[in-house]
């Protein structure tokens, strides 16, 4: 195991390097590394690692969301407020619904197991969009209409519209009495709630930090931890609402940014020196959740699934920007930066052949082919569309 993480340490710091040297996101490095190093191919990383990775991804996303949190201000925040709840649910919603019709016609399976794929599809994902959002936050692009801020806030969000409906298909599917009015109604519920809890836990560091006197490094293990026990929270709770916790740890950190600002900076400054290691241990691990193999199956109908629903998620972006002030190349920025797709594909893609699912193969192994296709396409677009298309505020 420890040699794993050397070679994943060591490889990975390589691999960075070298994309961002070829002008491409050193993610997608990292990304294609873990393919390589994975189980699906040629299987060097230790099996004790790819038990442990999901806690290991989680960590890593964990720390750049709360560098997420402790970069949003509250005027920012204010200004962007509803286009990033509109940006959190209708593009995905209408990928979802898409995928779900065209699936159902082009594969012939039921409206239900089309359902299902639909939104494990529709999920963006934060690991992807997150870091690239964070680096022109700090650049100062865009940031004068808050176009990081809504993608940030947006793709925080996003994931809880699509792996809540996605479980609602799968209880209907197995036959069980599912409340679809009690599942709509949750995800509201369990937007606040995520928010509440992060809002209590902020408070509640604030006054420690100011009440003891401790070094940075001491308050970044208690941040770190404090984030880690919320998302436990919604592993406690999910089976009675879900608990939007991505949300509430950027929100600990809004917190303490609108509260402590002093020392809400430089925690920022050390979270981005340990995001050196967890963004290797994030990206790689999640490359090494992509079985090639697998995503080659589903073939061309898998990529026209895919692209069609792309379509559907940009006209849905676009609809959430409607009678917003951003031009048409801020907006274009928009719709590439909600392309990717990684987490929530790698760790739900395989559920419903799990389940008994009778397409379930076919199920995961589209699921595996948006990894693999909408990862380094919206990796790269994201960079050169922030560089060209935003403006240097």
Known sequence: MAMSLAIIIILGLLFNQLFEKLKLPGLLGMLILGVILGPYGINIISKNILIISPDLRKIALIIILLRAGLGIKKDTLNKVGVPALKMSCIPGICEGLTIMFVASYVLGISKVEAGMLGFIIAAVSPAVVVPPMLNFMSRGKGEKKGIPTIILAG?????????????????????????????????????????????????????????????????????????????GIEDVFKNIVPIASLLGVMTIGFILLEKYSKVANRLSMKLSKVWVIAEILLFVLVGAQVNIHVAMKSGLVGLIIICIGLIARSIGVLISLWGTNLNAKERLFCVISYIPKATVQAAMGAVPLAAGVQSGEVILAIAVLSIFFTAPLGAIGIKIAGEKLLPDD
């Open 155 to 231: 793709a925080s969000i996003d994931d809880v519209f699509a792996i809540t409906i996605f479980s609602t298909f799968l209880g209907l599917y197995g036959g069980g009495k599912v409340n679809i009015a009690m599942k709509v109604l949750g995800i509201p519920l369990s937007i606040l709630i995520g928010i509440g809890i992060g809002l209590i836990a902020g408070i509640i560091l604030t006054i420690i930090f100011k009440k003891y006197h401790m070094r940075d490094t001491k308050k970044i293990l208690i941040l770190i931890a404090a984030a880690i026990m919320l998302t």
